[in-house]
């Protein structure tokens, strides 16, 4: 009996001694995660309206249309998929006092939370807002095979070409196929909305692009469906690949009862809306018997420095205000050229719905979402279009208070799992995981020696990216139905490229200093082992075992807030992107696919960076002590992407062109180079917490494990999935 007791006094004294010698690391834990749950605490508030807004997320149960039928329920091949959404509900909207509503669609590598800076508006404003996860995209169970494909694309983007100059066959792997198909649309004339053989000049049924909408146009029926909305005034807005989906949406159901009295499109791909001199279109019913469609109130929001060139109509420079004059500006506003303005409502009657207008935007592609002047110019066109008064000023916006409270969240959520992973310090066992740097003065990097590997890194990761991301991509022949999410399949690409440069730059000196007799190197020396006789000329496989269960603790801590947030707030951690979020099944066995690599690729960069190159002050204490030498680790980490940037958008903003497109070509512009503007600062906070957990570990291990699992769950959180 007094054994057991002498051995629960055992147990209470060492968990008292923990929390005492922990005690700052814990303080951090609990400051941080108190202030994360205030902060999307008070976001939730926001994005609520203080409580005149309720906020609803769900799935909507439908089928996987086929082409250009608003009903398909007698379809046999139709698909059962579930819609994640997420609705905006003014407190007010009933159903005797039914209220206007807004489809939001968001745009490629997205999803429904993307949509929040214009639905949280509208429905500030009165309107029922609907912002949903389009095919392959957030909590949506099916991937973006489902909007189909054809063997070729559009290359002049707004008319019918007996001679078949406006097309261009593709080949390739699934994705290529599908992201080339983007100007093709479900509701086109066969010609363009099936695969087509060429040496025939037939179409091929078998193939064809089923539904462009990417479950938008069922959304919208659901929407019209519910018992607060007047689905005699409804609008429809989408964003970048969105906006082909509302393109779909509002010809789907052009000529109903519940037809959108307004359709705005952020950076959208312009097709002509008013009949050749051959009095044909796109879209037109002299093949297939479609009825010809129409679209109430079009309203166009260009960014001035749109890194897709099908954005700016096309041009290679950036869009200027004598844009608003090209053939496909004039067809679409149905003006002369004498006539056409930026910011200007032509055929003005918004009864009959005859309304156009181009608005001009001076930011990027990205940055459109959340633009004031987007919003204010959105939030008018759609109470003309539905004759909505509302007692709040188009200027009075608070969604960036809650995209920048959520975007705090999320910072501290990432330094709490430093503050955990810090906490293993003070439990013996965890002892050699924070050993600290090696006491090894003689192997420091200073001057040349440090600049040579720094200006080597940054090239490679400069020279590299755009090229082997945008492969990935696209064409690299990866086992599709593994290997499924699209983006993810770019950063692999460049990964693996990477891995086997940084191998070559340590194997290669390793095998001549070894034959020469003058190794100097161990394994200490690159981050892979303890500094004694001991561990050190071997890899250390304990280290790396206690280093990954300490790692796994902090990102499990930071999983449970993300789960929290989500569950209690209906809010994952992000910024204009998304990045945080809680897995599906099938995110997470995605997330198992792609870790693998990230983690070699981590592990082996912060080989190189840290532990290689070793630089004054990695080994002083204190803040003086961390910047001293962070700004040389964060240099080689991010230098390459900044050179990237100052490439795309020096010449961008001096009026000449998005410097990709230039140097390489429109191929290597595009989805990796406008997210240049989301991934260098991603990258910048990872340098944050690799030099701070070098610094007070001494190894590779901990600082790559944690940044590889944040990068890979970013990847296959909610981003674009194929399968």
């Not at 701070?692 to 970013?714: D, Q």
Request: charged share 20%; proline share 3%; hydrophobic share 45%.
């Amino acid at each position: 009996m007094s054994s057991s007791n002498e051995g629960r006094k055992g147990c209470f004294s060492a968990v008292a001694a923990f929390f005492k010698a922990a005690k700052k690391p814990l303080i951090a834990v609990a400051s941080l995660l108190c202030g994360a749950m205030i902060a999307v605490g008070i976001a939730d508030g926001i994005q609520k309206d203080w409580g005149k807004i309720e906020v609803t997320t769900g799935t909507i149960e439908t089928t996987i249309r086929d082409v250009y039928n608003v009903d398909n329920s007698g379809d046999p091949n139709a698909e059962t998929v579930s819609i994640g959404y997420k609705l905006y509900k003014p407190k007010t909207a009933s159903s005797t006092n039914k209220a206007p509503a807004a489809l939001c669609l968001h745009g490629y590598q997205n999803d429904h939370e993307t949509s929040a800076a214009y639905a949280l508006e509208l429905a500030r404003r009165g309107y029922v807002a609907l912002a949903i996860d389009e095919y392959g995209h957030g909590a949506t169970n099916k991937g973006m095979i489902h909007r189909g494909y054809v063997n070729h694309k559009v290359t002049t983007n707004y008319g019918y070409d007996e001679d078949g100059k406006t097309y261009l066959e593709i080949g390739g792997v699934t994705r290529y196929k599908i992201m080339m198909n983007f100007s093709n649309l479900s509701f086109f004339i066969d010609k363009y909305s099936k695969s087509y053989d060429f040496d025939n000049n037939a179409t091929i049924s078998t193939e064809s692009v089923k539904d462009s909408s990417m479950g938008g146009s069922a959304a919208y029926g659901w929407l019209s469906t519910l018992d607060c909305v007047d689905n005699t005034k409804m609008v429809v807005t989408g964003h970048s690949m969105g906006t082909w989906a509302a393109w779909t949406v509002s010809a789907a159901y052009s000529g109903t009862p519940i037809e959108p009295r307004a359709t705005t499109l952020q950076c959208g791909e312009l097709f002509k809306t008013t009949r050749d001199l051959l009095g044909r279109l796109a879209y037109d019913s002299d093949e297939d018997g479609i009825a010809e469609v129409h679209w109430n109130n079009f309203l166009l929001l260009t960014a001035k420095y749109d890194e897709f060139n099908y954005f700016r109509d096309y041009a290679k420079t950036v869009v200027t205000k004598d844009s608003i004059k090209n053939e496909q500006s004039l067809n679409f506003l149905n003006v002369p050229a004498e006539e056409a303005e930026w910011n200007k409502t032509f055929h003005e009657n918004f009864a009959t719905g005859t309304s156009v207008r181009r608005e001009y935007i001076v930011t990027n592609h990205r940055l459109t979402t959340h633009d004031a002047h987007a919003i204010r110019t959105t939030m008018e066109w759609f109470d003309s279009s539905t004759a909505h008064t509302s007692s709040i000023a188009s200027t009075n916006q608070t969604f960036m208070v809650k995209e920048l409270l959520v975007f705090a969240a999320m910072l501290m959520a990432i330094t709490s799992v430093v503050a955990v992973v810090m906490c293993f310090k003070y439990i013996k066992w965890f002892e050699p995981v924070f050993a600290g740097v090696p006491n090894r003065p003689e192997k420091l990097k200073k001057g040349w020696k440090f600049w040579k590997g720094a200006i080597i890194t940054i090239l490679i990761s400069f020279a590299t990216y755009p090229f082997l991301c945008q492969l990935g991509h696209g064409l690299m022949p990866l086992p599709e139905k593994l290997f499924r999410m699209t983006i993810g399949n770019g950063f692999l690409v460049w990964y693996i490229f990477l891995i086997l440069v940084m191998l070559g730059f340590t194997l290669i000196p390793w095998f001549v200093q070894k034959k020469k007799g003058t190794k100097t190197t161990d394994f200490v020396d690159l981050g892979f082992a303890r500094d004694d006789e001991q561990h050190k000329n071997k890899f250390d496989w304990v280290l790396l075992g206690k280093s990954a269960i300490v790692v796994v603790a902090g990102i499990l801590w930071m999983y449970i807030q993300v789960a929290i947030s989500q569950a209690a707030f209906q809010l994952d951690f992000r910024f204009i992107w998304p990045f945080f979020k809680t897995f599906s099944l099938t995110r997470l066995g995605q997330f198992f696919v792609y870790l693998p690599i990230f983690l070699v690729f981590f592990i082996l960069n912060n080989s190189r960076i840290f532990a290689a190159q070793r630089v004054e002050g990695v080994d002083e204490a204190g803040v003086k002590g961390f910047f001293k030498c962070w700004w040389k680790y964060a240099l080689c980490m991010v230098g390459g992407i900044l050179l990237l940037c100052l490439l795309e958008y020096i010449p961008f903003f001096a009026q000449i062109g998005p410097g990709a497109d230039l140097a390489f070509g429109s191929t290597f512009g595009g989805p990796f180079m406008s997210l240049l503007i989301v991934f260098a600062p991603q990258v910048i906070v990872f340098s944050f917490v690799c030099t701070y957990c070098y610094r007070k570990t001494g190894n590779a291990f901990v600082g790559a494990m944690i940044v590889a699992i944040l990068a890979c769950w970013i990847v296959t959180g909610g981003s674009a999935i194929l399968y």
